[in-house]
């Protein structure tokens, strides 16, 4: 009886205290203009229209969302927040990321949970080992913290990993970044939402674009199921359906969209306290502070909308998982799902202008997107508000697919594109 009673009073105490709270954002209706539209709703699109509105004071901004705030990418992701790349275009972006997240919870009076865990990336063979070494030179000359550990090393900062990797996979080494780790990705995207609102941003959710209304080679507004909105600038932020958005403003893209896949555990108490990352066989692992496992695979080899996925890319993850850490076997999943990537020929983002005047976009983030969120939303908005590339964004621009300056990003994005 006394538990009985203990359960009733919980849930009605929980609904008591969740009465008449303020909402944490507005949900107007779409004025019939705005000075700047941002298709898309996920972190990088609300970072966009939060340093628009902080750092540039355009504030006449409209978020526009085809489902609800969050519920893409920035809801289906793995959490890991790092900047260890290997050239000094993509260090510069992720670096200039990391400081950002460094100090978001302060930024946005929200905590993000942004844990500072350490990233390990692992070594299973000479070229690996080599690779590794390559690029902690690399990070030491940008300025990117960076270390090498040998196996002993990397035994010491997770005791739980098996060195021999039951001979498929012996770890020799790693390399390791401290000031990574992870975020809670639902408090990232209701925290930019909040300080969007508090300046006067409009977020509009479950109002798909159906296209662009363009006059003489220039955007003038979007059209979308609320009605047509017009606008001086567009932002086109909407991670795998980008190419979509593209092709209904008349242009193409060099990216293809596809699956990528991760499970979550049933919650166990503390056992890991990093996250450990595997290029080779396209497989890492964190903690969440639910106590889930939370696994990271690799994308689909098919091009798709689908956020499932293929079976046998989780059951090999899970196999090299289980053969790192042996302890796991036993383990149940509770769920696991796909996130749809955009990705590039060089694995690196495009944030550019488009061949349509005040038209911009933001995409092709592959498997790197969620730890670019505040980085990539600080470079986008200063390009629109600007109308011309932020210093750190230039290299990313879309005609580098024409003049053949690539930032060959493959090796060090942790998992296959």
């Not at 303020?22 to 229209?49: C, F, M, N």
């Not at 009076?109 to 299973?124: D, I, K, P």
Request: charge should be neutral; proline fraction near 4%; include cysteine.
């Amino acid at each position: 009886m006394k538990a009985r009673y203990s359960i009733v009073s919980l849930v009605r105490n929980a609904l008591q205290h969740h009465e008449n709270w303020q909402k944490a954002w507005r949900s107007p209706e779409p004025k019939d203009s705005y000075d700047v539209v941002i298709i898309g709703g996920g972190g990088h699109g609300l970072a966009t229209a939060y340093y628009l509105a902080k750092e540039h004071g355009i504030t006449n901004t409209a978020i526009i969302e085809r489902g609800w705030l969050g519920g893409g990418n920035t809801g289906r992701n793995t959490t890991i927040v790092r900047s260890n790349y290997l050239w000094d275009e993509s260090a510069g972006l992720y670096e200039h990321a990391l400081k950002l997240w460094e100090g978001l919870s302060q930024d946005l009076n929200y905590n993000v949970m942004f844990s500072q865990r350490g990233v390990m990336n692992l070594a299973h063979n000479q070229h690996d080992l080599r690779e590794l070494q390559r690029r902690v030179h690399a990070n030491h000359l940008n300025g990117v913290d960076s270390e090498f550990l040998n196996a002993q090393q990397v035994k010491e900062f997770c005791p739980i990993i098996d060195l021999r990797g039951n001979g498929r996979y012996p770890v020799l080494g790693a390399s390791l970044q401290r000031r990574g780790g992870t975020a809670r990705h639902d408090a990232v995207a209701w925290g930019y939402a909040r300080g969007c609102d508090a300046m006067g941003v409009d977020i509009i959710q479950e109002c798909p674009v159906n296209g662009f209304m363009i006059e003489n080679g220039k955007v003038v507004g979007v059209d979308t199921a609320k009605g047509k909105i017009k606008a001086g600038k567009v932002g086109i932020v909407v991670a795998g359906h980008s190419s979509v958005m593209a092709d209904l403003a008349g242009f193409r893209l060099p990216v293809e969209s596809r699956p990528l896949q991760a499970l979550v555990s049933e919650p166990i108490k503390p056992v890991i306290d990093c996250v450990v990352m595997s290029n080779a066989v396209h497989a890492y692992i964190s903690q969440s502070d639910k106590g889930e496992l939370v696994i990271g695979a690799g994308t689909d080899a098919y091009n798709g909308y689908g956020q499932r996925g293929s079976l046998h890319v989780a059951e090999e993850t899970l196999a090299a998982i289980c053969e790192l850490f042996p302890m796991f076997r036993r383990m149940r999943m509770l769920r696991n799902w796909g996130g749809i990537v955009d990705t590039c020929p060089d694995a690196s983002p495009i944030i550019s202008k488009t061949p349509v005047e005040n038209l911009f976009i933001n995409c092709g983030w592959g498997t790197g997107g969620f730890k670019a969120t505040p980085g990539s939303g600080h470079v986008f908005a200063h390009t629109i508000a600007q109308g011309e590339p932020h210093p750190l964004a230039a290299p990313f621009r879309l005609d580098r697919f024409v003049t053949g300056f690539l930032i060959d990003e493959h090796g060090a994005a942790a998992v296959a594109h």
